[in-house]
């Protein structure tokens, strides 16, 4: 399992650069693009190099550990996935390359499409502190005609990026990382549910297609989950001083809200269910939501069976059960 916290080479990069910028200065970009997020502006505001940084001290932590759990999810169901190639679409300052880099030894070649010159300059500058990443090719322009002229990679990443995109443009998109997924293509979102809506529609679209889930579900149907519930993960990650006060917050850590779908190009036989909420652990039982290849269930497991009990008390929401 890869740490879903910042690689030190990274959080020493991003402290060093923020070094001879004043921090109010970082925090108060960083406040202005969190709020143009949520009022669904994406990152359009993010012009320069101290926007940039500010970026990525605020949000960089968080989708990175989003972008680590899905990717432990995905490597626990498939243990034997070595990924040569890597596609990271909309990279932004290379938070899924980070990731995947950590997650797969195996990787040697990495590609980053993103429309920003400004994240990209930043990207660049973050992956001189580490010799994995000192070959990326990283390419400017609009995601859809750079995709057109890439080549197909093992594992195509596209992170908190579709939901910038207009709802007319996603299908067409969704259908070029397809194309260019070797293997398999993960897609992330922010863990709400329009992130949600967004996740699904591109799993239904691609099932349609021949693709396969890999995680988080435990089968290629239709989401069981009825409106208002919604299929979304969280994932803790710990603050560091420098995210802290670009943050204006206290609390040592946050807990990122994500949804995911990985789509693979073969079946995996025998997905094991999963977790879809923090379970209730009493001492009489576990009562636990899974989402299971016949729909969702609350399973209880009583303290009297030993063995299920005691495996059930170590579930944590978005684990798998098998
Ligand atoms: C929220 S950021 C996410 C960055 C990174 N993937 C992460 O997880 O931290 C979204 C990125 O997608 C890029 N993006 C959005 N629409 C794009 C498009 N049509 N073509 C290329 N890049 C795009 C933005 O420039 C931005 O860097």
């Known amino acids: ?79 034997d996935f070595a990924p040569a190639s890597l596609l990271d679409v909309g990279a932004g300052p290379g938070t899924a390359t980070w990731a995947a880099s950590q997650t797969f030894t195996s990787l040697r070649g990495f590609t980053l499409l993103d429309a920003n010159g400004a994240l990209r300059t930043l990207a660049q500058e973050l992956f001189q502190r580490t010799a994995r990443l000192h070959d990326t090719s990283y390419q400017l322009g ?46 992330v979102e922010p863990g709400t549910p329009a992130g949600y809506a967004r996740i699904i529609a591109l799993r239904a679209r691609l099932i349609a297609a021949g693709a396969h889930v890999t995680a988080p579900c435990p089968h290629d149907g239709a989401c069981p989950l009825v409106t208002p519930d919604w299929c979304h993960f969280s994932q803790r990650l710990q603050r560091s001083r420098a995210h802290k006060q670009v943050k204006g917050a206290d609390a040592p850590f946050e807990d990122e809200r994500f949804a995911y779908v990985a789509l693979s190009r073969a079946r995996v036989e025998n997905r094991p269910s999963r977790v879809l909420a923090q379970p209730d652990a009493g001492k009489v039982e576990v009562a636990a939501k899974l989402c299971t290849p016949e729909g969702v269930v609350v399973t209880k497991v009583p303290r009297r069976a030993k063995a299920d009990y005691a495996r059930a008390r170590r579930w944590r929401w978005g684990d798998a059960t098998g």
Do not use: C, F, H
């Open 1 to 79: 399992m890869t740490s879903p916290d910042l690689p030190a080479e990274l959080r020493a990069a991003l402290n060093a650069r923020l070094e001879g910028l004043s921090r109010n200065d970082a925090a108060g970009r960083a406040a202005i693009i969190s709020q143009t997020y949520r009022e669904g502006g994406g990152s359009g505001t993010i012009r320069t190099e101290t926007d940039a940084l500010a970026y990525a001290l605020a949000r960089m932590p968080a989708t990175y550990a989003a972008v680590v759990a899905s990717l432990n999810a995905l490597t626990e169901i498939r243990p």
């Open 142 to 187: 609009q995601a859809r005609a750079l995709l057109d002229k890439a080549d197909p990679a093992d594992l195509v990443v596209a992170s908190y990026m579709i939901g910038e995109l207009g709802e007319s443009e996603r299908a067409a998109l969704t259908d070029a990382l397809w194309s260019k997924a070797r293997d398999t293509l993960l897609a």
